[in-house]
């Protein structure tokens, strides 16, 4: 039980270097899960859109220090840390966190930064989710450095599949230069549409195409989806017993024999 617990979160990057694949969505609505299970969450927002940020309430603009700080040594993790409506903790972002990227460029140990602050309170939290930018930059080796887990999201579509061996590739290396304790999870499929055959043929081949584990069950395509951000909740508050809202928290029960 979380009470109990004395080991460290478990860090897990949802990555893919794709925009638009349900990175954000799923790391909302997954932290979201997990809060409701009773687990102490925090959640990461490493992207310059700050689009996690925005759709768990808050105002980027708003925002004073963020990870950009906390990733240029200028603020501890706790410091900008913010408690959101959905009962996780967020690590906010701002509009120009590429600006930490370019600055975080030429130190030595570059893709080890936060790995380091989150040691400051991986002992606070049960699990700690990492929303990536789409890119494979210095802030996403960042974020599979500091990760004991990754969670690859990926639309039943064939044209989402380009890219994915790229991230694999990166893994690799991760796995063997950075970081020897990353786990792949899984890909998580998403946008998914059942009543389209090419969707429930790409669910079928892509485990075996890639030679990984494809998390169960697949999270539906639902126009609830667009609605959640604007509300500042995730779609397990906005749409409580939606198909997409049940997917996530089935996805997170499974995955919190993990954690
Ligand atoms: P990423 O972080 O990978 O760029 P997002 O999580 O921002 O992707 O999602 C991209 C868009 O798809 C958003 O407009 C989001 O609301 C929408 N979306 C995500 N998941 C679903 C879903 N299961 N059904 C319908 N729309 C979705
Ligand atoms: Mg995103």
Known sequence: MPTTRTKPATVVAVANQKGGVAKTTSVASLGAAFAEQGRRVLLVDLDAQACLTFSLGV????VDRSVNEVLLGQASIADVTVTCDDGVDLVPSVIDLAGAEAQLL??????????????????????ILLDCSPSLGVLTLNALTASQALIIPMPCEMLSHRGVGQLLDTVADVQKILNPALEVWGILPTLFDGR????R?????????????????????TVRFAEAPAVG??????SRTSKGAKAYRDVAAALAKRL
Do not use: M, Q
């Open 59 to 62: 105002d980027p603009d708003e």
């Open 201 to 221: 043929e790409v669910l079928a081949d892509v485990g075996e195409r890639y030679d990984l584990p494809v998390l169960d069950p697949p999270i539906p395509k």
């Open 106 to 127: 030429p130190r030595p140990g570059r893709e080890f930064v936060l790995r380091t602050v989150l040691e400051e309170v991986r002992d606070d939290y049960d699990v």
């Open 233 to 238: 909740r995730s779609i397990l508050a906005t």
């Open 196 to 199: 389209s055959n090419h969707a």
